[in-house]
């Protein structure tokens, strides 16, 4: 029941710092779930946000497979298979990251990169870090 509330609270601040009105737009907005894991945020904003890219960073490739093959349950086309297989090799070593975007099946604004924060080098528009802790919280705030 927090972690639902940490939810709501933090998707509202993030759609509270849009622009109000898609005419004030003159390119897509990026937003970046930092330590992201399985996207338990990053995949309501996409659903929520279509007009926005939502990037899901992590530096585990057995949580971004499960938020590719989460994308795919919730997506609104049920005829696609949810067995996508792993896109990440989960058996690399923690330090050999894949750091490539790549695009979920299902939610066509929403990727994954398998790699550290520091590695991350797009340019965004809004990063969040629900689930970064203790070093990944100062470096998510240095990035930002």
């Known amino acids: 029941l927090r972690k639902e509330g940490q939810l709501r609270s933090l998707l509202r601040c993030i759609v509270a710092m849009l622009p109000q009105k898609e005419a004030e ?3 897509k907005i990026t937003i970046v779930d930092f330590c992201g894991g399985t996207g338990w945020l990053s995949i309501p904003l996409a659903l929520i946000l279509p007009q926005c890219e939502v990037i899901v ?8 497979n499960y938020v590719h093959k989460k994308a795919i349950q919730c997506s609104k086309d049920k005829t696609q298979s949810t067995d996508v297989g792993d896109v990440y090799d989960k058996g690399k070593h923690v330090t050999q990251h894949d750091l490539t975007k790549r695009q979920c099946q299902g939610i066509p604004n929403l990727y994954t990169f ?31």
């Open 25 to 27: 737009l003159d390119r």
């Open 114 to 144: 398998h790699g550290s924060i520091e590695t991350f080098n797009e340019d965004f528009d809004i990063g969040c870090a629900l689930h970064a802790c203790g070093e990944a919280s100062d470096i998510v705030l240095r990035k930002c």
């Open 57 to 64: 960073v992590d530096l585990k490739a057995a949580s971004l």
